[in-house]
């Protein structure tokens, strides 16, 4: 009778933890088309047609509104990359070098199709979760003080973001969408919202008057007024977004910035973003929430305090010193030691070593001495850790735990690098070697 009733305890509390996973989204940017460019610089001077990038604001709360999880993600310039000075830039777009419609050297016109298809953003998401995101597309010039201004803007807004969407979401989806419900236009507009009706989130950029002109988002008012689109993915909407056709295949979602219908006559730009969204509903309970994965960068990394060394990773300690759990035991005594192993970009966790050292509630990056490079903060977070810390070059590193191997005593996860123009992520794996 007690063998009963543990196995059906064992077996409700599996039920339970199922039921808060509702499962992995995935956020792709699979192309942009360009409907009229916007309007650019008269001598072409950083390349012929628009320049284009795109900046990605992500937010994960839980159903009140209280933030778990925020990421920017800004990407690399897409159009004519045969000056020199700008040979880094994704080559897109049919702007032509000279007046002979005969030489299309990139930069993106009316009517260009850019497919680009990659991963923007990955998230798990427990019962009752809100991911709201807001992708935004910009003209490249050389000044960049407004991409500061609208990023600063909307970090600062996110506790409203966060509350709004959380409310939005109890009103519009309580209850799991079966697909087919609504109708491809219905449901868009139930899951594109406007930020400033719908968040009160609007921004004011200075667009004119400098003798250089700035970067700046495609959907803006004459005055400089931009209030970018939310898009608000739940749990209870995932299904039914992932199995719709908006009208460029299941799951894509177009959202079109379009200063003219802003009257906006000065920058005319048109363009529509497409976004696909795949979900992956829960098969095991996950307690873990990651952080998204981004393509590699276009420039070259910083010089890595972590990477290039001789470390020796043959040094255990007794697995009487080792959790017997899931990361969801780590604790503050478990994790003070250091710890050896190794790090990766991509999928990779294995490609140059890593040592770190955690104490006194500091974590510490180290050299193949042991010598400290950098020092940083970490924090316990649902179950397991997120350590960041700036290098000498002011980059940020951001490692965050998914995982830990209670046959090997290892911790693995996923890391992040970001500087201006740059992003890089991978994997690592690490073993603590002393205390």
Not at 339 to 363: C, E, H, Q, R, Y
Not at 397 to 424: A, L, R
Request: aromatic fraction near 10%; charged fraction near 15%.
């Amino acid at each position: 009778m007690k063998k009963s009733l543990l196995i059906l305890s064992i077996f409700l509390s599996a039920l339970t933890l199922h039921a808060q996973y509702n499962g992995r989204v995935r956020v792709y940017l699979t192309e942009f088309d360009c409907i009229q460019e916007a309007a650019d610089d008269n001598l072409a001077m950083d390349g012929k047609g628009n320049e284009i990038f795109f900046h990605f604001h992500f937010f994960l709360a839980d159903k009140n509104g209280a933030l778990k999880q925020k990421n920017v993600i800004h990407t690399e310039v897409y159009g004519d990359n045969s000056i020199p000075a700008y040979s880094t830039r994704i080559h897109a777009g049919t702007a032509l070098t000279n007046n002979s419609f005969s030489s299309p050297k990139g930069g993106v016109w009316s009517h260009d199709k850019i497919k680009t298809y990659k991963i923007v953003g990955e998230y798990d998401l427990l019962t009752g979760d809100v991911l709201s995101f807001i992708p935004t597309i910009w003209e490249w010039n050389v000044g960049t003080s407004n991409d500061a201004v609208f990023d600063a803007a909307i970090d600062n807004a996110s506790g409203m973001i966060n509350i709004n969407a959380a409310a939005h979401a109890k009103q519009r989806f309580p209850n799991p969408i079966p697909p087919g419900t609504y109708n491809a236009e219905y449901l868009k507009q139930l899951i594109s919202l406007d930020a400033s009706s719908s968040f009160g989130v609007q921004t004011v950029l200075k667009i004119t008057g400098d003798l250089t002109p700035k970067s700046r988002p495609v959907g803006i008012k004459k005055d400089g007024t931009f209030s970018p689109r939310v898009i608000l993915l739940t749990g209870n909407d995932l299904q039914a977004i992932a199995n719709t056709d908006f009208g460029y295949g299941l799951g894509v979602i177009p959202v079109q910035y379009n200063d003219l219908a802003l009257g906006n006559d000065r920058d005319h730009g048109n363009y529509i973003i497409l976004l696909k969204v795949e979900f992956t509903p829960a098969s095991a309970p996950v307690t873990t929430n990651n952080p998204p994965t981004n393509p590699p960068p276009v420039k070259n990394p910083p010089a890595d305090p972590v990477f290039n060394r001789n470390i020796n990773t043959s040094r255990t300690i007794p697995a009487s010193k080792l959790p017997n759990q899931q990361a969801t035991s780590f604790t503050n005594e478990f994790l003070t030691g250091i710890w050896k192993g190794t790090m990766g970009t991509l999928s990779s966790a294995t490609d140059g070593p890593l040592s770190f050292k955690i104490t006194n509630n500091v974590f510490w990056a180290l050299d193949k001495t042991g010598a400290t490079t950098a020092a940083g903060s970490y924090q316990l977070l649902n179950g397991g850790f997120t350590a960041t810390y700036s290098d000498s070059n002011n980059w940020k590193y951001v490692f965050i735990s998914t995982g830990y191997n209670n046959g090997t005593g290892e911790v693995s996860g996923n890391w992040t690098c970001e500087g201006p123009n740059y992003y890089k992520t991978g994997k690592w794996i690490a073993k603590k070697v002393s205390n």
